[in-house]
């Protein structure tokens, strides 16, 4: 089993329609959660991060945590085609390091 | 600006022959990272370090060496041992706290040939 997956895409969504992103996680004892985006051929840009369970919002962006049932996800509101993107979930497990998905690749279509 | 400077963008090397990648960062963070990253299987964590002269091996460490003799600096060697070294190779940093975001460099493409 994967520490961390994701569902690897492509997910395609018209403009102005809401994006949802999730990513599911092995170790239980984990206790950060972050998302990346990374455009084709640039390096991952850190957009949301979220610690405990419950929902953070971030302008069009909302993180959404379960640590019960080992699951977090992303929302994009109102997509626009400059969210189109892979969106990478990473994992800290308390220490220094982050464990990352594959990614999940979204198109948004004009 | 701050920020993490990896150098050269784009590497291409001779099977066989050993490569450095250079990592330079001015955020004053006390950790840095180093992945890799293949089409189709996100990160993967090669080595880190918390602070200057100390470091730790990642999940795929075999066939890479890296040194932290300052805090600003993270070179990362791949050498001829590493059986299949073409990738998308990034360097990232944080403040050293558990459970800190990562920020990463705008990495460097490695071909090997």
């Known amino acids: 089993q994967k520490e961390v997956e994701q569902n690897s895409g492509p997910l395609s969504v018209p403009e102005g329609a809401i994006a949802s992103l999730n990513c599911t996680y092995s170790?239980?004892?984990?206790?950060?959660f972050f998302w990346y985006r990374q455009y084709s051929g640039k390096s991952p840009e850190l957009i949301m991060f979220?610690?405990?369970?419950g929902d953070k919002e971030d302008g069009r962006f909302t993180a959404q945590l379960n640590k019960a049932s080992q699951y977090v996800s992303l929302l994009i509101r109102d997509s626009q085609p400059s969210d189109s993107a892979t969106y990478l979930c990473a994992v800290n497990k308390g220490d220094y390091k982050l464990s990352f998905g594959a990614g999940t690749t979204v198109t948004v279509r004009a | 600006d701050g920020g993490i400077t990896q150098s050269p963008k784009y590497l291409f090397r001779k099977e066989g022959q050993n490569v450095t990648l250079s990592c330079e960062q001015n955020?004053?963070?006390?950790?840095m990272y180093w992945y890799r990253q293949d089409p189709g299987q996100g990160l993967r964590l090669i080595y880190y370090s918390q602070i200057v002269n100390d470091f730790q091996k990642g999940d795929i460490a075999e066939g890479y060496s890296v040194s932290r003799e300052k805090k600003e600096s993270f070179p990362l060697t791949v050498t001829s041992a590493q059986k299949n070294p073409t990738a998308f190779y990034l360097c990232a940093s944080s403040i050293g706290l558990t459970n800190s975001p990562l920020h990463f460099g705008n990495g460097t493409r490695l071909t090997v040939t």
């Open positions: 170790d239980r004892g984990s206790q950060s």
């Open positions: 955020l004053n963070h006390d950790a």
């Open positions: 979220i610690y405990s369970n």
